[in-house]
Every structure is written in structure tokens, then in C-alpha cells.
């Protein structure tokens, strides 16, 4: 089976050890979906990246994984920025186009109706999915650990699609309904926030702000504040709603962010500061605390089950 090449407007391409790899792309080529039904890649724009609007028989879900521009639409411009989600229909004219001083790099899946076709739950997923995520309405990732919830799958997705064997295929195909059914389980979760009532709307956002920012330093005058209560009864009430102090719930959150920074790094100094610790004696008492070993230690376990 040959491979499908390129992206749909984003530039795309062969990728070596892995995306970031790939050249930076000034120009568009040609997908194919073949008989697959779908194509997964990423692609890295040149600042003079150029398209021209066109259509597409397929629809596709995109990543603005790094950088900012414009979806170009016959009737109105989207503004894209890092982070954001995006579906487009099939046969929709539309471009994209770079912020020249931060070109985007995209990850993006093309697909049809082939890859739920005669499976009623992929079928299912993919309506759930459809009917989540609004068309042509960039959805903006602003909390890190959902930003790379999506990353990760999309770029498993990548790497699967340069590995040879007859399962790719289906790893890719069951990669992408995942990643359906995770965005509209996530796009559930945020409208059962909005539809809370005052008096549980306000601690809840407070937790929302806490989960997309829990990499900065963060005071609990400032959640308190946001949740509208007072210092003592937001701590009391955080404590009730979530089993831990306000403490041990960012720090829980930081050393799940840098584990998942660590197996794709590898890097113990970067994961550290990406999570939001501001030293490595500090990184290292809480890793061991709540993870019961080492970052070194930690990476070594990994690479001995992978190896397995």
C-alpha cells in the first residue's frame, strides 16, 4: 500500500525520527486517503507558506499545535492562535494562512466516512464527535494537561503512520476514534460546567482556572476570589469537593504533567520547569514523594517496559 503524502493545504511530508523532523513546508500537496479513508501527519510551515483556497472531499480535524494565523473562508476569516481545535467539512473553500512572525505548525487528521463504516459504535463516536465540535469553529485547548491530552494522541497517530507492518492501519484508525470520542467527552465535560448554577458555577471555574494554569504560581486569595467565597471557606470547600489541599492538588497536577513531559523529552530539566517547579531539589523531593521513585528512575522503568 503506498502512503499517502502531504497535507491538505498544511504542507506535510516524510517524516524521519519523528515530526519535528520534518522540513518546513512553503506549499500545500496533494493527500490521497487511498483506501485507508483517512491520513495523519504534521506539518511545519514556512514563514512563506502560501495557499490558495480550495476544497477538499474529505473532512478534516486540525491541531494548531505551534504558532497563529487565519482559517480563510469565502464569507469570514477564523483567527487561529496555539492550542486551538478545528473541524472542517468536506468540500468546505478554505485556506490556511500564516501570522508570518509565528508560522503554525499543524497536526492534522483527513478522513472519510470509511472509518466508521458498517461499525455501529465507530458510527456512534463519530456522531458524537460531529455533534460536539461546532464546524469551522476553532475551539481553543487553554488548560495544558487537555493541550496535551490532544497532542499526544495526534502525534501517536503520526509516528504510528512512518512505522511498516500490516497493523498500522488499524492502530491509526483506532487512534482517531479515540481521539473523537476523548473531544467530545471533553467538549460534554465543559458544557456541563456552564450549565451549573451560581453557587457551584464559581467554585467550579475557580477549579477550571486552577487545571489551566497550575503551571504558573497560583494564590488561593486568587481561586478564592474567582469562586467568590472567602479565603477559609474556599479551602475548607476544596478540601471537601476534592479530597486534598490546594497544595497537594497543584502539585498532583504538575507531577502528572512532567511524567508525561518526561516520556516525551526525556529531558528531567526540561518536564521540571514545563510543570511549573521552580528548581530541581524541589522536582525531585515531590517526584519521589508522590511517585515513590526518581525522575531517572522513573524514565528507566519506562525504557525497560518498552523494551520488553
Known sequence: MSKPIGT???????????????????????????D?????????HAPNFAMEIGTWPFEKLCLVRQGSGILRLQEEDRPLAEGDLLRIPADIPHAFADQPSQPMTLT??????????GNAQSERILARYRAALAPLEPYPLA??????QVTRRFRQMVFEDVRPGAQTDDAIWCGLLDLMRHLAAMVAEDDQLRALDPSQQ?????????????VRPI???????????????????FRQRTGATVVEYVTGLRLTYAKQRLLETGSIMLSCLDAGFGDLSSFYRAFNRFVGMTPKQFLAEHRKQSAA
Open 219 to 237: 494564590r488561593v486569595d486568587e481561586l478564592a476570589a474567582i469562586a467568590n467565597l472567602s479565603y477559609r471557606r474556599y479551602t475548607d470547600l
Open 108 to 117: 492534522m487528521a483527513c478522513y472519510d466516512e470509511r472509518i466508521a463504516a
Open 202 to 214: 464559581g467554585f467550579a471555574s475557580s477549579l477550571a482556572h486552577l487545571e489551566a494554569n497550575f
Open 36 to 44: 485507508r479513508g483517512l491520513a495523519v501527519f504534521e506539518s511545519r
Open 8 to 34: 491538505l493545504g498544511t504542507g506535510g511530508g516524510d517524516f524521519g525520527p519523528g515530526p519535528d523532523a520534518a522540513p518546513l513546508r512553503v506549499r500545500p500537496v496533494s493527500v490521497s486517503l487511498e
Open 143 to 148: 488548560a495544558p494537561h487537555r493541550r496535551l
